[in-house]
T-cell receptor, first 109, second 115 residues
């Protein structure tokens, strides 16, 4: 089975940095995705990690440690529009995506 | 590129009726399409995986006779919720994979309300 854990909620101030952690235990591993989802909308792709290390893409960065079953998404220079749910999803050995419950990030002025 | 559409975006139906949701990949061919369900404040739960021209593979606990999936072509998959009940009310999201990597491209979702 797949077990993916991430915090339920996080709150931060506009302009600040927030780090969303994700730990996973899965049957097989073929990479980890981070998605952003606004209420009532479909998820949008943020990042994909399959090798250990940090991937930086503008204000968003994602890190993976396969040996620790751990990833984080780092959001810098937070903007109000970044208020959303962030989903950690792992591609298992069966090539299917298993999603964590999502972390709701609230950005305050 | 990599756009996936869903139709309808929302639908209200009466208990006992059937509803069909379409998922189309607009600018690529999808070897595999996936159907997810998402209840409020919960994450996406995979319902089934469909490959063009073959029967869908359903996840444990998903009734295949209730949720009929047809993957008629490389750009179209349909989900039919048969004999809908209020507990089927949910946000249904499809995704498509072109077969080049593991990324799935998501449709905008369909909000189903059964009264």
């Amino acid at each position: 089975g797949q077990n993916i854990d991430q915090p339920t909620e996080m709150t931060a101030t506009e302009g600040a940095i927030v780090q969303i952690n994700c730990t996973y235990q899965t049957s097989g591993f073929n990479g980890l995705f981070w998605y952003q989802q606004h209420a009532g909308e479909a998820p949008t792709f943020l990042s994909y990690n399959v090798l250990d290390g940090l991937e930086e893409k503008g204000r968003f960065s994602s890190f993976l440690s396969r040996s620790k079953g751990y990833s984080y998404l780092l959001l810098k220079e937070l903007q109000m529009k970044d208020s959303a749910s962030y989903l950690c999803a792992v591609v298992g050995g069966d090539y299917k995506l298993s999603f964590g419950a999502g972390t709701t990030v609230t950005v305050r002025a | 590129g990599a756009v996936v559409s869903q139709h309808p975006s929302w639908v209200i139906c009466k208990s006992g009726t059937s509803v069909k949701i379409e998922c189309r990949s607009l600018d690529f061919q999808a070897t595999t399409m996936f159907w997810y369900r998402q209840f409020p404040k919960q994450s996406l739960m995979l319902m089934a995986t469909s490959n063009e021209g073959s029967k869908a593979t359903y996840e444990q606990g998903v009734e295949k006779d209730k949720f009929l999936i047809n993957h008629a072509s490389l750009t179209l998959s349909t989900l039919t919720v048969t004999s809908a009940h209020p507990e089927d009310s949910s946000f249904y999201i499809c995704s498509a994979n072109p077969g080049t990597d593991y990324e799935q491209y998501f449709g905008p979702g369909t909000r189903l309300t059964v009264t």
